[in-house]
């Protein structure tokens, strides 16, 4: 993962930024803390994307312009690896869901 500024994140390595969704509460995380958060969550299977799936989302992401510290969608504020992992998400970006085949 990169930080805006171009050079490599370490797990370690807070981004101080709030999340739009957790409110000023969580105000700074690593590339660590939102992997480890993302397995703590239960999604019931039958609600989650299919592996290959989640994989083109996190790619067509990776591309994308909007791609904040390579962990947050600018169009949306969320976490990329939250956002992508429901069957019926889709991308937010304003000239089109870019995660349809």
């Known amino acids: ?52 799936t989640y994989q083109k989302r996190m790619e067509a992401c990776a591309a994308c312009e909007a791609l904040s510290e390579q962990v947050l969608c600018a169009h949306c504020g969320c976490f990329i690896l939250f956002r992508a992992r429901p069957a019926k998400s889709y991308c937010p970006h304003p000239a089109g869901d870019r995660w349809i085949n």
């Open 1 to 52: 993962m990169m930080a805006a500024s171009g050079q490599p994140l370490t797990p370690e390595q807070p981004i101080v930024r709030p999340c739009t969704h957790c409110g000023p509460g969580l105000n700074f995380f690593t590339p660590q803390l939102i992997a480890d958060r993302l397995k703590e969550i239960p999604l019931e299977p039958s609600l989650a994307a299919e592996t290959a």
